[in-house]
């Protein structure tokens, strides 16, 4: 589970969080959501633990460009939280080359609609494997279905919330250990 926390899944919801037409239509504004990463044996009978994300997208240069920065609890509560940053950038019509600051992952996120509420990713991890599925948004939050190949091979499902500003920060900063426990 380790790779998970450390960007893997971290990247995922990062990926299925940027399928939004609320911040499409208002270029360089931001959409929160927060919710929960659940991990399951390949075929989806045997659950093996599941962890929480924040996640924050923004859309910049007129929707060729989304930021996403997701956070997820450290790997114990003494632990500060892990922060990912991916970036989604117009490859042509409704393909997106998607990557993360730390070189963990490359792909392409494609949409299936002109409104981005639905789409399928293809990731190769810099680790080995690649992580493939699909993802939906609606107006109560952002769900997704994912298969990861290599190291261990699991099923990953995302069911992220819409949240305010107020809500994702307060999310975040619940994340975080303890005054003195770091």
């Known amino acids: 589970m380790e790779i998970f926390k450390s960007g893997l899944i971290v990247a995922a919801a990062a990926l299925s969080a940027c399928a939004g037409t609320v911040a499409i239509k208002a270029p360089g504004g931001a959409a929160y959501y927060y ?15 599941k962890t929480e994300a924040a996640v924050k997208r923004e859309i910049l240069q007129n929707g ?28 042509k019509g409704l393909v997106y080359d ?61 069911d992220l919330k819409a949240a305010s500003e107020e809500q994702y920060t307060a999310a975040v900063n619940s994340m975080k250990p303890a005054y003195g426990a770091e």
């Open 35 to 49: 919710g929960e990463v659940a991990f399951f044996s390949p075929d989806g009978r045997l659950p093996y633990g």
């Open 64 to 91: 060729a460009l989304i930021v996403e920065t997701v956070t997820q609890p450290g790997n114990s509560p003494s632990m500060p939280p892990k922060t990912i940053v991916t970036e989604l950038k117009r490859r």
């Open 98 to 158: 998607a990557s993360d600051a730390g070189g963990t992952f490359t792909g392409t996120l494609t949409f299936k609609d002109g409104e981005l509420k639905s789409w399928t990713y293809n990731i190769r991890l810099k680790a080995g494997g690649t992580l493939k599925g699909t993802g939906s948004l609606t107006a109560e939050g952002i769900k997704t279905a994912k298969q990861l190949t290599g190291g261990r091979p699991m099923s990953v499902k995302e």
